[in-house]
Structures are given as structure tokens and as C-alpha cells.
């Protein structure tokens, strides 16, 4: 089963929902109004699921989520289960071979609602890595992340305004930094609370585990000690990061994904037994549930 596990699609519910909107984060027609960030016109046929299905279609699974940069997740709640209630309807109502990651507002917490997007088809839970990059995000998303049992976490960039900045600089800067601030917390301070968690870093984690030179010359973990809970997918990077990363961790934790319609999932070229790792095995590895005990 070939798998990307990070692509954008808004359904309509969910344009529904930002045209119905009277401040920002919201859509006048195709136009995307942020806070802090220039107007960006969206083509119409990025979000269009016949489209993107022909685009899919070497796919056996695409899973889509929130675009967490838009910051939503971090609106107040009476603003934001609106926008999450319409991305959760709109993506369960997709055909094959979509599937879709449940996503939360930050600023209420609520198992019950994680639990209903869940039983309606989610495969898991995205977060904003703004969310979860130091113990006190952690501690606040813990009893969501206590709740998703054997379903994975994705960990996604979120918002990230730079004004004056040239177009590349918010994938390319804060995303990275928030990746990076992301892997290194949770592996100090959501590991231990949650030892069995998969968690998905978008990204690469923003190369992160490559620092861990770094890390063990100031006292941190030994070189070596790979998580095989912790997945990395390889959106916006290519064959040099992969391959760094592969030497880093092992083949057995990347994952594909694409990000789209912003990239494309990269072309490794490194032969079929590590295009089938990263596109069928591990994917597989990091979505399936585990059988129930008798």
C-alpha cells in the first residue's frame, strides 16, 4: 500500500466555514486573509478532490490535514471548533484514497471531540509543533495524546508570520526552528509520559536528529539510541537530507510525504527495496493499530 502522509486539501465544508468568517484567518472568494502575512491567492484546483485524485493516483492511501500555519488550532475555542468541526466533515467525506489526520484546538482540550473525529474515519491526531516544543505545551496536550492509544501523532509547522521577509523564509526558518524545538521536546519531555506514542515528525523534524553530535557533547543521549517510535517524512527535502537522515536514524523510521499541492514527495533514486521502507513498509508500520488481546 503506498502511502503519503502529509498532503493539504480543503473540502468544502471547510471553505465554507473561512469564507463565513468576519476577521481573520478567512477567504474572500480564493483570497487568504492572515494576520501578519500579505493576502496569497489560492488556486482552486489545489483543493479540488477529482484533481488531486489524478494527481493520487500511484497512491493507495493520501492522507490529508489542517494547514495548522493558518493557526487555528490556536484560535479561541468558540472560533476554531467551528473550522476543525467542517475540516473533519469535509475529509470523512472524501473517496479513496484519501484518509485524514483529526486535528484540536490547543485552547480546549477535549478528548470527547478527538474521539469523534477518531471513530469517524481520522487515522490520528495533528498538532501544531507551536503546541508541543517545550514541557509546558506537552503537559497541555497530554490527555489527547494519552487518548489516541495506539493511533499515531503527526507533528506539523504552524503559524509562522514574517513580514518583511522574502516568500521562502517561513518554510525555510520558523518552520524549521519549530520542527527542531518539537523533536527535542518531546524526546525530553513527552517520551517519558508517553513511551508506547507514535509520533510523526513533517519534515524531516526540520533535521534535527542530525544535531545529535551536538547534543551528546553538552550531555545529552547517546548516538545511536533510535526511537522507533519516532517517524520522520520527508516533505521539501531531497536525496542529501534523506540520506543524512537515514545514516542518522536507520531507513526503518522515514516516511513518505509530499505537502501537497506546496511540493512534491522528493525522487530518491535509492533502489526498491528502500522506496518500498519508505512509501509501503514504514507507513504502514507507523498507521497500524494493534490487534486487540483476546
Known sequence: MAVDVHQHLWPAPFLHALRSRATNPRLDGW?????GEPVYEVNPAD???????????ELDLALISLSSPLGIEHLPPDEAWPLIDAFHEGAAELPEPFG????????????PKLEEALNAGAVGLQLP????????????????????????????????????????WPAVVPYVQQMHAAWYAFQAFGRPRHPRLKVCFALLAGLAPLHSERQISRGGQGRGLVDPGLFVETSSYG????????????????????????????????????????TVANPTRLLTRKEPSS
Open 31 to 35: 483570497t487568504l486573509l492572515l494576520d
Open 47 to 57: 483543493h479540488d478532490p477529482a484533481a488531486r485524485a489524478k494527481l493520487n493516483k
Open 100 to 111: 485524514f489526520w483529526a486535528s484540536a484546538p490547543v485552547t480546549d482540550i477535549s478528548v
Open 129 to 168: 509543533a507551536t503546541a508541543v516544543q517545550d514541557q509546558e505545551g506537552l503537559e497541555k496536550v497530554a490527555p489527547l495524546l494519552g487518548a489516541l492509544d495506539d493511533r499515531p501523532l503527526f507533528i506539523h509547522p504552524g503559524p509562522a508570520s514574517a513580514p518583511g521577509t522574502p516568500g521562502w
Open 239 to 278: 536525496r542529501r537530507a534523506v540520506d543524512s537522515i537515514v545514516r542518522e536514524l536507520g531507513i526503518d523510521v522515514v516516511v513518505n510525504g509530499s505537502d501537497r499541492p506546496y511540493a512534491e514527495a522528493p525522487a530518491l533514486d535509492f533502489g526498491d527495496a528502500a522506496q518500498h521502507a519508505i
